[in-house]
């Protein structure tokens, strides 16, 4: 089965992340905007430029362009040698004729008619996942639950990689009442797609129903670094701001810098191993400007420090910024590392509610 061009370079080094996330080194002098190492010495800065009105989605965008959104229906093989390939789930013609056939009732609430439908779909192609969820979309709607979650639970034993499914059984208990259960449910949906549009924005409708605080974007840039002239660099921070966030963008440019020539953009190959070097960076000199008292303190990097604490700053750099570049690259990790995923977004990113939030 062909492997999803998007995250073919991300398999090794998404496997190397979490063993690459140890504990932050020690901070270096007070002096300092961040740690140095030789290889940053040869890196050219063209021109030291300020943010403007940038906005964060931008700086977003200019260090992780966003990548191929990958197959809607996945379908992820585990080979032999444990490596694990993604490619678009088989859906077959007769399938998609009576899921179509069935849609006119569905959409006029029609649920008895349309559950007819797709009740014979689910009968003649038993590997038709979206038939189940479908089948379960017209027990849910019309007010069951219990029976909806019946065959949302078959399509998970068929196909455990789709995001929605689990995004529907966990409405399913939302609607009993069963919230804790529900955002097991919606952590697994935004683990194997982090940010998915209708996902974030029924969590950031539904958070206080849910008891929860929902965190879209767990990291803001406020630096950034782009090729310049003659083989330069131009880094983008405001000159008045935190020294913490010009050793950020200095990270950023040393990386940037030892791409291919003539490359542009954020690293054609992209490393949880080098986020997690320019997060180190900018975390140690936040503390160090911090303890100094010359660094005011930010909320967000307040709790990447938590995150990185807790061990999940791979994690953070793979869900945060990996998937940026790679939508699909979470449903790559190994099972386990998967599971890490979700406990990581159930603690981190659908919280539980603070104090004076």
Not at 11 to 22: E, I
Request: aromatic share 8%; charged share 25%.
């Amino acid at each position: 089965m062909a492997e999803s061009p998007c995250c073919a370079a991300l398999r090794v080094l998404l496997l190397g992340a979490v063993l690459a996330g140890g504990p932050l080194a020690a901070a270096g002098p007070s002096e300092q905007a961040a740690p140095t190492s030789e290889p940053r010495a040869t890196t050219t800065i063209t021109e030291l430029k300020g943010l403007g009105d940038t906005s964060p989605a931008a700086l977003r965008e200019a260090i992780w362009p966003a990548g191929d959104e990958g197959p809607v229906q996945p379908l992820v093989e585990t080979g032999k040698d444990g490596d694990r390939t993604l490619s678009a789930w088989p859906i077959e013609h007769g399938c998609n004729v009576l899921l179509n056939e069935a849609e006119p009732a569905f959409r006029a609430k029609d649920y008895p008619a349309a559950r007819a439908v797709y009740s014979k779909a689910v009968e003649q192609f038993p590997r038709c996942y979206l038939a189940l969820n479908f089948l379960g979309d017209s027990y849910y709607f019309a007010g069951d639950a219990v029976e909806g979650a019946r065959w949302y639970d078959r399509s998970l034993a068929l196909n455990p990689d789709d995001y929605r499914t689990y995004f529907y059984r966990g409405n399913t208990l939302a609607h009993q009442g069963k919230k804790d259960e529900a955002l097991g449910y919606y952590a697994h949906a935004l683990a194997l797609r982090p940010r998915a549009k209708s996902l974030s924005q029924f969590m950031g409708q539904n958070a206080d129903f849910l008891g929860v605080e929902y965190v879209e974007n767990l990291f803001t840039p406020r630096a950034v670094a782009k090729p310049g002239k003659a083989g330069g660099i131009d880094v983008h921070v405001d000159p008045a701001g935190p020294a913490h966030w010009l050793g950020y963008a200095l990270c950023k440019a040393r990386q940037l810098k030892q791409q291919e020539p003539g490359s542009e953009g954020a690293p054609r190959t992209w490393s949880a191993a080098a986020e997690i070097e320019c997060l180190e960076t900018l975390l140690e000199s936040y503390q160090e400007g911090r303890r100094a008292g010359h660094a005011a303190a930010e909320a967000e990097l307040e709790y990447l420090l938590e995150i990185a604490r807790a061990g999940f700053l791979a994690e953070l750099a793979i869900y945060e910024m990996g998937s940026r570049v790679a939508p699909t690259a979470t449903l790559l990790l190994p099972l386990e590392l998967r599971a890490r995923m979700v406990e990581f977004v159930r603690r981190f990113v659908i919280r539980v509610k603070r104090a004076g939030s």
